[in-house]
């Protein structure tokens, strides 16, 4: 019977030597973890101050109303090769010399012409003007 | 300071990712003209080194230059190269677009030999002085 303690008592002491052994390594995990968590945290503040921060300077003002705004590469490459033409055939169909006679027409015709020598580069804006043209000045192309 | 060096990082990043951007969609729209027969030559858009005398505020350290190059198709002329280079500096968006994201020279090219026109952006549009300290 005693020895029956003895040896309870014996296993006891080694599975509370285990347990204090296993929350020590637990302790030693648990910090790694918790500085991890912190290490986390950062990022995400620093993520979100990010996004929420608009840092508005003018040079960055500047640079994002640029990014903003679209570009019209199909016209850029239209216009590269198609504008002069166009702008050739415009500039002697709509030119105000054409309107002697008619005031109001040779008003129009110069509004446009301006506006045709302003944008020779550009075919869009070409096109409009040549439909404005056909409505406004009666011209056949 | 940790602050200024975290927002150039992002801001490296961002810039990279709009440059490709640009890019791609300068060659993609060429591909669709020159295959639709709007364009008779294709042209193609890379990012070059760019000449160091033309440096502005918003330049890149390295690769500074917007190069249009002429490839199949027909060869074209110096005449014509100018006026691709011409269009592209009347397009307003484009040159604050190219220089806020570090271009600072515009190349055109022909497809062969090292004959081409090369343009200073900051000379099409006003660029305004910015205080770093602002």
């Known amino acids: ?141 | 300071m940790f602050e200024n060096t975290w927002n150039n990082i992002i801001d490296w990043f961002s810039d990279r990712s709009e440059r490709a951007r640009l890019v791609r969609s300068f060659n993609q729209s060429a591909k669709k003209s020159f295959v639709a027969g709007i364009a008779p030559t294709l042209l193609k858009a890379s990012i070059s080194k760019g000449e160091s005398s033309y440096k502005h505020q918003f330049s890149n350290w390295l690769k500074s230059g917007y190069r249009i190059q002429a490839f199949t198709g027909r060869i074209l002329s110096k005449d014509e190269l100018i006026h691709i280079g011409k269009v592209i500096l009347d397009d307003s968006i484009l040159v604050r677009r190219l220089i806020v994201l570090g271009f600072d020279t515009l190349e055109i090219h022909g497809d062969a030999g090292t004959y081409g026109v090369r343009y200073q952006l900051k000379d099409y549009i006003p660029l305004p002085k910015f205080n770093e300290n602002e």
């Open chain 1, 1 to 141: 019977m005693k020895m029956n303690d003895t040896i309870i008592q014996d296993s006891i002491n080694v599975a509370e030597q285990t347990i204090i052994k296993a929350t020590e390594t637990n302790e030693s995990t648990n910090w790694w973890m918790w500085l991890a968590i912190a290490e986390f945290g950062i990022i995400i503040f620093l993520i979100i101050k990010e996004k929420l921060n608009n840092r508005s300077t003018a040079r960055q003002r500047f640079k994002n109303e640029s990014l903003k705004q679209d570009i019209d590469f199909d016209n850029i490459i239209n216009s590269s090769f198609n504008s002069i033409k166009l702008y050739d055939q415009l500039k002697v169909k709509c030119h105000p010399d054409r309107f002697p006679m008619e005031k109001e027409k040779n008003l129009i015709a110069e509004n446009i012409f301006q506006e045709i020598t302003k944008n020779k580069n550009n075919v869009k804006r070409l096109l409009e003007l040549k439909e404005e043209a056909i409505q406004k000045l009666n011209i056949n192309f």
